[in-house]
């Protein structure tokens, strides 16, 4: 379009530079509870998490090694050499430091300070010091050093140990990840299966009232499923279901089905008449076109719906709350087990991000993996 | 793990057991009770072709009728009746107890407040983000990083926006970053741009646009009386948007803001439910450009073209040429969020539980339900949104008759 109006150069630069802002700004929240997550309980209270992807400043006490164990003589005065790093086992680079609390940034990196008597020490950048005195001055505990270091950003994979891999946390998510999956599995599969033959009859066969039932799918596409949940509930405690994972996958098939029927007959309305005729004028059954020719056609609205089923089942809190989880907090899920963080949690970040990310990555990969036939049927079954 | 296998077996089960169905009581059909031959085959065939579509239908429409029909007349039922009386017939009682607690028209007021801003933003910004990826080379990565969001649960979506809500005390370094952004405002030049000038900004052209759509509806002509009393709700709505937004505006300008002080966002009574709002507007938003993009790559060149030859700027194109040949794709978007939003539970359950005065309906409902154990007002509340869904039910059950013509 831009090349009939002439050269904008200068507009297409800002598109780029609002798309740019737009994205970032989108992916400002993510990134962030991302990153928290691979940082230490610690990293998170004292900073935010923005400052750990640069370098950081931090104020850091250091103190030299045993005298009494490490001091050679030199002459008349005694040396203690080492790196302050090292002996810390940290990493970084020394800005400015001091020997005294009151007065932290009193020197350079390189400079040495002197001390009383002739007590001096030397702190280059890279941590190596050389403290030197007397005999008695380089004696009892070793010089304190109270520098300003910069350190590389430092990420950890502890958090995720802790929350996946760790069997006696009792905080875990390993068994909220395998309920969730063991809900979200059949939830996704049964109603494709129940959808697509009544999608087939909906689209493609003959009978009285089929436009009225097609009529009354759309109308249920946006009853609200609060309105389900007590009589259901109520239902499943009188017939003997009780809460647990079978309640749990008939209610997501009741739900989802209205989607699914709406989404697969719109698709197969359109599939070619003349596949269909020639079909049934060599003596296929409807069963076996159904099987035969429809359900491979269709397999992209089939994928489309699979898609949307399994991020609503994963992703969903209310109805495993109302139909799965019980007393007993055995069958908890992710999302479940997250608000129950939320509560107990609220102030240790690093528990609450590896959590929430946990639940979140398969989500995405799906999304990201099958992203297709997500905005397919998006366009398609956008009345819901 | 004994879970897993059970969920595996319910597979196999479930999925074996549909189609076992579907087979056999097709062989039933065909090879028992209407066998194409005999004396009467052609009889037998047709009316096995009359019985074979509810054979099809049959699970799906049971399952439908019991987990969606049934449900909502029992809820109306239960609505008119009494738990602890044993499930006596009470008439209205539910109703009245209802609207006499300040928590419900709380989340009716505050599921208004939801129901103008979230649709609202979320269509706003898809827009802007499907026109602007629409003309550059990596307009589709960036659309992916935009609608990736769809794929976060609220629920984590919650625990992403907590972590920028964060707050810590006032000595100590911030870790969310609303509050690190918070804390660099002075009260100077600054902050009078981007916490006055830009908002007020916002809601004034939040005003104007109201007052240009309005008067669109307002110049339509025609004499019926639906039009005119069409004419008149939207005159009206138009004018108290307009006049909040005015007024919202000189709050904004006349307030003292507490800077340098942390804040705990969520918090603040009345805004918190913005900060909620911005959850569910960064999810939908996605949905919304990719929906709209496809709309707007369906507009005819020819159109855009002609406008442009006849002089239009940019502005003018998108605005007078484009956004009116997709309007019809921008009401379905604004009503397909419109249905989130009264359904919306998940954020606010996680981040304030409808404390703070941000409880909405689906809370509120499900407060009723599980915690006061008060199923009557509960169902009530259910009904209530069942009733602000249906203009929309209505709506769509109509266009996909017309369609289906």
């Not at chain 1, 890279?126 to 109270?146: L, P």
């Not at chain 2, 005159?235 to 003292?256: D, P």
């Not at chain 2, 969020?337 to 359950?349: C, E, G, N, S």
Request: glycine share 8%; proline share 4%; hydrophobic share 55%.
């Amino acid at each position: 379009m831009s090349n009939i109006a002439g050269s904008r150069s200068s507009l297409t630069w800002a598109v780029h530079l609002s798309v740019l802002a737009l994205v970032l700004l989108w992916l400002f929240p993510t990134v962030g509870l991302f990153v928290s997550s691979f940082r230490t309980a610690d990293q998170i209270a004292t900073s935010g998490w923005w400052a750990s992807l640069g370098s950081a400043k931090q104020n850091v006490v250091f103190r030299a090694a045993d005298p009494d164990d490490n001091r050679v003589a030199e002459g008349d005065i005694f040396v203690v050499e080492g790196n302050l790093f090292e002996e810390a086992g940290r990493t970084g680079t020394i800005g400015v430091w001091g020997t005294s609390s009151r007065a932290i940034d009193a020197y350079v990196a390189g400079e040495t300070a002197e001390m009383k008597g002739t007590e001096q020490i030397t702190v280059a950048a890279d941590g190596a010091y050389r403290w030197t005195g007397s005999g008695e001055e380089i004696a009892g505990r070793g010089q304190r050093v109270f520098a300003t270091i910069t350190s590389p950003p430092e990420f950890t994979l502890e958090n995720y140990d802790s929350m996946l891999l760790d069997p006696s946390n009792s905080e875990g998510m390993a068994k909220a990840f395998f309920n969730t999956l063991t809900v979200t599995i059949p939830a996704t599969i049964i109603p494709i299966v129940i959808a697509a033959f009544a999608a087939y009859a909906l689209a493609w066969m003959q009978f009285p009232g089929r436009a009225l039932l097609i009529a009354l799918v759309v109308g249920l596409l946006v009853v609200p499923l609060q309105l389900a949940l007590i009589p259901l509930l109520k239902l499943h405690l009188g017939i003997g279901i009780g809460k647990g994972y079978l309640g749990v996958w008939l209610a997501h098939t009741g739900f989802g089905l209205p989607l699914a029927i709406y989404l697969l007959r719109n698709y197969m309305v359109g599939l070619p008449k003349d596949i269909i005729e020639n079909a049934k004028v060599d003596g296929a059954s409807d069963f076996l076109i159904f099987t035969r020719i429809i359900l491979p056609l269709s397999f992209p609205a089939l994928a489309s719906f699979a898609i949307f089923q399994f991020l609503w089942t994963w992703n969903d809190l209310l109805v495993a709350k109302v139909f799965l989880i019980d007393a007993t907090g055995q069958t908890t899920v992710m999302t479940n087990r997250i608000t129950e963080l939320l509560g107990t949690r609220g102030g240790n970040w690093e528990i609450l991000a590896t959590a929430a990310f946990v639940s979140i990555a398969v989500p995405l990969v799906v999304f990201f993996a099958l992203q297709r036939y997500l905005v397919r049927g998006l366009l398609a079954g956008s009345v819901k | 793990m004994n879970a897993a296998l059970l969920g595996l077996i319910t597979v196999v089960i479930g999925v074996g057991g549909c189609l076992g169905y579907f087979y056999f009581s097709n062989l039933f059909l065909d090879r028992v009770l209407f066998p194409p031959k005999g004396p009467n085959a052609g009889r037998n065939i047709n009316r096995a072709n009359q019985i074979r579509p509810w054979l099809f239908l049959a699970p799906a429409v049971f399952a439908l009728g019991l987990y969606l029909g049934y449900p909502v007349l029992e809820t109306l039922r239960l609505s008119l009746t009494d738990r602890s009386q044993d499930g006596a017939f009470v008439g209205l009682a539910n109703y009245n107890q209802m609207l006499s607690e300040p928590k419900f028209w709380e989340a009716m007021g505050n599921n208004m407040l939801w129901l103008i801003v979230v649709p609202a933003g979320s269509t706003a910004f898809g827009l802007l983000a499907a026109q602007l990826t629409d003309r550059i080379s990596w307009g589709s990565l960036a659309k992916s990083l935009i609608f990736m969001p769809m794929a976060i649960s609220f629920v984590g979506a919650s625990v992403i926006f907590k972590l920028i809500y964060d707050t810590r005390p006032e000595d100590k370094e911030q870790i969310g970053i609303l509050n690190a952004l918070w804390l660099k405002f002075d009260g100077g030049i600054g902050s009078a741009l981007f916490l006055k000038a830009l908002p007020g900004l916002i809601l004034l052209s939040f005003a104007a646009l109201t007052g240009y759509v309005a008067w669109l509806i307002l110049r339509r002509t025609g004499a019926s009386a639906w039009l005119w009393l069409g004419k008149a709700i939207s005159g009206v709505f138009a004018a108290w948007m307009i006049l909040m937004a005015l007024r919202a505006t000189f709050n904004i300008f006349t307030a003292q803001l507490p800077y340098g002080d942390p804040q705990t966002w969520l918090t603040l009574p009345f805004y918190n439910n913005f900060f909620l709002m911005v959850v569910l507007i960064w999810i939908q938003t996605g949905f919304a450009m990719v929906i709209l993009s496809a709309a707007l790559r369906g507009i005819p060149e020819e159109t855009v073209e002609a406008a442009i030859v006849d002089g239009a700027n940019p502005l003018q194109v998108f605005f007078r040429i484009k956004v009116p040949q997709i309007m019809s794709t921008i009401v379905v978007v604004w009503t397909t969020i419109t249905l989130v939003v009264l359904k919306v539970f998940d954020i606010v359950f996680a981040m304030t539980n409808g404390q703070w005065q941000t409880q909405v309906l689906a809370n509120y409902m499900f407060d009723k339900l599980f915690r006061a154990n008060d199923w009557g007002v509960g169902s009530a509340a259910a009904i209530v949104i069942m009733l602000l869904v249906s203009p929309i039910l209505v709506w769509n059950v109509y266009n996909a008759r017309k369609e289906m013509r």
